[in-house]
């Protein structure tokens, strides 16, 4: 026992969080891969778009934890007091708001896509606000670099979802899209351990001053616009696969992308990093370039393993994570991780134009978020056809970053030797 915490001391917490990260994706890539094949590609199908549905939430929650994370490291004192109290209230009343319009239009949302009951979105909704706030305890952990409180957090969801959702399915005999809505609301409340409420009033009176107020609305609503392209790019293909095709088509092809995501949730871990590493640069007058090219050659390095890897197996990998029933779809494979990987590096270049309060990037996600979208909608004769309008979608995504990346990269360094020759001549 001693030896282990002396190699735990050693560990920075950093790694720590990053160990922890890898084994929360592998736990809710467990959760998924149980439930194809406990369900079959049929009912899979609807387990997989409450999966779906709480992505999109984790995107829309990221908006918080993002703005929390950002003026986590900027504010300090009274103003941060403030700006806590005002988060946590944004995210009550935000929550609260959007649980009522899922509760409302649940009828509407089974009719829309396909599902077997209402009842799964009804419960979902109910737990809504209880994830923006676990959102805004994360923002909180991550500006202040308490990693190993934010991955408890993120451990105590992914646990819990796991057992309670699989101990609901085997032991109550209901419909299974209940269930699983059940699981995932109940994780929900576990994923708010460890929290520290200790000085949080959600309806204080003390308020942030005008100046701080502008400059974090300015940053929530950049944000929320690049979390919503997020949603669009990373969830509208199973949304529009599940409204056009049946449910086998629709099952097959949610095991297909959540098999060809494996790089996208790795890369997220490398941008819960990336965000607070390149705001305290920035704030200290420090280069922040050298921490983007790092994040990038590991997940290029990363991707483009995995592409090569699905390419050379495809029949393994489905066989072994979903089984025979799901092998039809095994062609695809790689190509789908390939769309997925193109993403996940622009997504790297997009959170560190943010971080750094440059918002062009997050136009430029918009448009081809939305061009993704009118392209599976004008040409989804098959699931080859949808995979292949998502590569030409993220190539021209990523192209448009790098592009970004160079012209203010090279404009910058025009400014400083600008500055130089002025200093120079002052001389």
């Not at 003026?71 to 009274?78: K, P, R």
């Not at 923002?139 to 993120?154: I, M, N, P, S, V």
């Amino acid at each position: 026992m001693s030896a282990i915490k002396i190699t735990l001391k050693k560990v920075s917490p950093k790694h720590l969080f990053m160990g922890s990260a890898l084994l929360v994706n592998g736990g809710n890539y467990l959760y998924n891969l149980l439930l194809g094949r406990l369900l079959g590609p049929e009912a899979f199908a609807d387990a997989a778009l409450l999966v779906t549905l709480l992505l999109v939430l984790s995107f829309v929650g990221m908006t918080f934890q993002l703005a929390t994370t950002k003026f986590a490291v900027l504010f300090s004192d009274e103003t941060w007091v403030a700006f806590k109290n005002t988060m946590y209230r944004y995210a009550l009343v935000f929550g609260v708001f959007t649980g009522i319009l899922v509760l409302t239009f649940s009828k509407n949302l089974q009719e829309l896509f396909n599902t077997q009951n209402k009842y799964m979105f009804m419960i979902f909704a109910v737990a809504i606000p209880l994830y923006f706030v676990m959102s805004v305890n994360r923002g909180r952990f991550q500006g202040r670099h308490d990693f190993g409180k934010l991955a408890a957090t993120y451990q105590t969801e992914m646990w819990s979802r796991l057992l309670l959702t699989f101990a609901l399915l085997l032991l109550v005999p209901f419909e299974p899209g209940i269930l699983i809505a059940a699981g995932i609301a109940l994780s929900f409340v576990f994923g708010l351990f460890p929290s520290d409420f200790k000085g949080v009033q959600v309806f204080s009176k003390s308020k942030l001053a005008a100046v701080d107020l502008r400059q974090v609305w300015i940053f929530i609503g950049l944000t929320a616009g690049y979390e919503l392209t997020q949603i669009i790019i990373n969830n509208s293909d199973i949304l529009l696969v599940k409204h056009y095709f049946n449910d086998k088509d629709a099952g097959l092809y949610s095991s297909l992308a959540l098999i060809g995501r494996v790089v996208y949730f790795v890369a997220w871990m490398f941008v819960m990093l990336l965000m607070p590493t390149v705001i305290q640069k920035q704030k200290d007058g420090e280069p922040t370039a050298p921490v983007l090219f790092k994040y990038v050659f590991f997940i290029g390095g990363l991707s483009t393993f995995i592409v090569f890897v699905c390419f050379l197996h495809p029949n393994l990998i489905i066989t072994l994570m979903f089984g025979d029933a799901y092998l039809s779809i095994a062609h695809l494979l790689w190509k789908y991780a390939l769309a997925t990987s193109l993403f996940a590096v622009s997504n790297i270049f997009a959170y560190y134009f943010l971080s750094l309060n440059q918002y062009s990037p997050v136009i430029l996600s918009g448009l081809l978020g939305f061009s993704q979208v009118a392209l599976i909608m004008l040409y989804h004769d098959n699931l080859e056809t949808v995979v292949h309008m998502q590569i030409i979608a993220m190539v021209i995504l990523l192209v448009a970053q790098l592009l970004f990346f160079i012209i203010k990269n090279s404009s910058s360094n025009m400014g400083d030797k600008k500055k130089d020759l002025v200093g120079s001549n002052t001389h």
